[in-house]
């Protein structure tokens, strides 16, 4: 294949173009803003799982608080009717009174049973309440981290776009100088060559390997007319002689 030797170092300018895509495509992929909103997303989703656990338990602590006031309720009610018969006077079997004097006391020490548990459950609930109201302001201060490291993120984002954007403009106006079969041969070479398809050699060295060329390569090399696309044999990657090639 034969390509003067400005063209051949058009191709480098191609390369470098490609090779700060490649680079420019790595830096988006990997922003320390993405894994920071990673991070912080994960720690949002465990804040938001804590908060339903402890609204379900709460609503549950809840139903069971009502349903201890209701008994309360229901006792005093109780209580208050039998006092009520007691205080009457219209009791006058001693059997009945005693019956009733005893299950006024017993409903006094339910009472107190149902009133130490309801006692015992809204230190519970509130316990609760508190663990509700960390947990809302751990999310607000989620949030409010995800809102800056998102806008940090947008920002390198378009920054590295537009410079993608204008690499992409140089590497169009570029290629249609190169022959067609030249850009092919290198396209071929960058796909299966880790995104380099032509290098420099510079003091005998391919600067696609980094390896030296033995000498029988660097006479074949330097035999080789000016036009002509040499390769290298290590890489076999288009190997572009200049000034700095030692030759």
Known sequence: MKADPATQLRL???QAIDSSL???????????ELAEIDKLSAQLAALNDDLVRVS????????????????????????????????????TSSRELENLQ????????????????????????????????AIRADQERLEAELAVAGGRRDTALAEIDDEAG??????????????ADLV?????????????????????RCEGCHLELSGADVRDVAAAAPDE?????????ILVRTAESGL
């Open 166 to 179: 204008a690499r992409r403009g140089e590497r169009e106006a570029t290629i249609p100088t190169l022959p």
């Open 22 to 32: 490649d680079r420019l495509a790595a830096r988006r992929r990997n922003l320390p």
């Open 12 to 14: 480098l300018s191609v």
């Open 56 to 91: 379900t338990e709460l609503r549950d602590r809840g139903r069971s608080q009502q349903k201890l006031d209701d008994e309360v309720d229901l006792v005093r009610a109780r209580a208050a009717r039998d006092q009520k018969r007691l205080d009457s006077g219209q009791i």
């Open 229 to 237: 696309v040499v390769r290298c044999e290590e890489c076999r990657r």
């Open 102 to 133: 005893a299950e006024i006391a017993s409903l006094a020490r339910r009472q107190n049973t149902l009133e130490d548990e309801t006692l015992a459950l809204m230190e519970v609930i509130e316990g609760l309440q508190t663990r509700a109201g």
């Open 184 to 204: 092919a041969l290198y396209e071929r070479l960058r796909s299966s060559s880790a995104g380099v398809g032509a290098a420099r050699l510079v003091r005998r």
